[in-house]
C-alpha cells in the first residue's frame, strides 16, 4: 500500500525563526511532490510543487527532495503568525495519477 | 483564469434524504477528484474522473457516486444520508496527466446531516 507519512504536531515554533516540515513516503517510482497549506474550515492550497532532487526555493519557501531516501520537506523561513495551519504532503505515484496524501502537520508560529 | 467553483458552498439534509454536489473544474483540466474531510481529519479520497470516466476509486460504499460531463464539470451524488456523512465536500481538479498534476482546490461544500 502507497502511502505517505507526517508527522502530526502540532509544531510550534517561534515568529521569525525557521519551520521545518517533514514527509516520507513509500513508492519510490513516485515522480511528483506538492505541498499544500490549509487554514482551518478553509481549502487546501498548492504551495510548492518539486519533481527533481535537491532544493527549490519561492520567496520565504523552500522544498527540499531527496528520492534516494524518499523525503520531502517544506522549511518555511521568517515565519510569521499567518503560516499558521496544516501543511499537507502530498505524492503522486505516476502509477495512476491518484495523489496519495499524508494526514498534515498543524504548524503554530508564536508571536 | 477562473478558479475551480464548487456548489453550493453550504447544505442542510435529512437523514435518508439524498444530496447532489457539483464541480466546475478549471477551464482545459480534465481531471476532476473528490474528497471527503472530517474535523481534525486528513483528506479521505472518494473518487477521480478523467474524461467522463471513473479512473480512481476511494474505500466509499456505494451510496456514494459520481459522474463526469463531456466539459468536465463533476457531479457527486450521496444517496440515503446518514449522520456521519457530515464533512465538507472538496473537489480538486488537474490536468490528470503526465508529470504535473498539480491540483487545485475548491472552496468546498459544508454538507450537515441532521
Known amino acids: 500500500q502507497k502511502e505517505v507519512e507526517q508527522n502530526s504536531g502540532p509544531l510550534s515554533v517561534p515568529e521569525g525563526a525557521i519551520a521545518s516540515l517533514n514527509c516520507t513516503y513509500s513508492?519510490?517510482?513516485?515522480?511528483?511532490f506538492f505541498w499544500y497549506r490549509q487554514y482551518s474550515g478553509k481549502s487546501p492550497e498548492l504551495i510548492m510543487s518539486?519533481?527533481s532532487n535537491g532544493d527549490k526555493e519561492d520567496g520565504r519557501f523552500t522544498a527540499q527532495l531527496n528520492k534516494a531516501s524518499q523525503y520531502v520537506s517544506l522549511l518555511i523561513r521568517d515565519s510569521q503568525p499567518s503560516d499558521s495551519a496544516t501543511y499537507l504532503c502530498?505524492?503522486?505515484?505516476?502509477?495512476?495519477?491518484?495523489?496519495?496524501w499524508g494526514a498534515g502537520t498543524k504548524l503554530i508560529i508564536k508571536p | 483564469k477562473a478558479g475551480v467553483t464548487q456548489t453550493p458552498r453550504y447544505l442542510i439534509k435529512t437523514r435518508g434524504q439524498q444530496v447532489t454536489l457539483s464541480c466546475s473544474p478549471i477551464?482545459?483540466?480534465?481531471?476532476v477528484s473528490w474528497y471527503q474531510q472530517t474535523p481534525g481529519q486528513g483528506l479521505q479520497f472518494l473518487f477521480e474522473?478523467?474524461?467522463?470516466?471513473?479512473?480512481n476509486k476511494g474505500n466509499f460504499p456505494g451510496r456514494f457516486s459520481g459522474r463526469q460531463f463531456s466539459n468536465s464539470r463533476s457531479e457527486m451524488n450521496v444517496s440515503t444520508l446518514e449522520l456521519g456523512d457530515s464533512a465538507l465536500y472538496l473537489c480538486?481538479?488537474?490536468?490528470?496527466?503526465?508529470?504535473?498534476?498539480?491540483?487545485?482546490f475548491g472552496q468546498g461544500t459544508r454538507l450537515t446531516v441532521v
Open positions: 480538486a481538479s488537474s490536468l490528470g496527466e503526465g508529470l504535473n498534476t498539480e491540483a487545485f
Open positions: 477551464s482545459g483540466h480534465r481531471s
Open positions: 474522473y478523467f474524461s467522463e470516466t471513473q479512473r
Open positions: 513508492d519510490r517510482v513516485s515522480q511528483s
Open positions: 518539486i519533481y
Open positions: 502530498a505524492v503522486n505515484p505516476w502509477s495512476n495519477y491518484q495523489l496519495i
